[in-house]
């Protein structure tokens, strides 16, 4: 059975720090490019950031860029999102999913969210 789990999220202050994880079982992520997403209350899912299958390439939405960093650790089968300098606006269920990228329509597996609350 598949299994991708987000942790790592909560409550901070802005301009505080998170370091989401995402990890799995029954699959391999170094198999598959990892895409982080995030949704907040009455706002559309968008994708937060992006790394590929071998690392090679990273992706960030203009809204993280310089803020949010992706990488993974293939012996511990994770990828981790790095959230820097938050915002109250950052605020969100943080989701990870074997997939991303411009063509990406949401097909794979998804873990079930972890909360990421920004405020003072």
């Known amino acids: 059975q598949v299994q991708l789990v987000e942790s790592g999220g909560g409550l901070v202050q802005p301009g505080g720090s998170l370091r989401l994880s995402c990890t799995a079982s029954?699959?391999?992520?170094?198999?598959?490019?990892i895409g982080w997403f995030r949704q907040a209350p009455e706002k559309e899912r968008e994708e937060v950031s992006c790394?590929?299958?071998?690392?090679?390439?990273?992706d960030y939405a203009d809204s993280v860029k310089g803020r949010f960093t992706i990488f993974r650790d293939n012996d511990k089968n994770a990828v981790y999102l790095q959230m820097s300098s938050l915002k109250p606006e950052d605020t969100a269920v943080y989701y990870c999913?074997?997939?991303?990228?411009?063509?990406?329509?949401?097909?794979?597996?998804w873990g079930q969210g972890t909360q990421v609350t920004v405020s003072s």
């Open positions: 999913a074997t997939g991303c990228g411009s063509d990406y329509e949401g097909q794979g597996y």
């Open positions: 029954g699959i391999t992520l170094a198999y598959y490019a």
């Open positions: 790394i590929s299958m071998h690392s090679d390439s990273t």
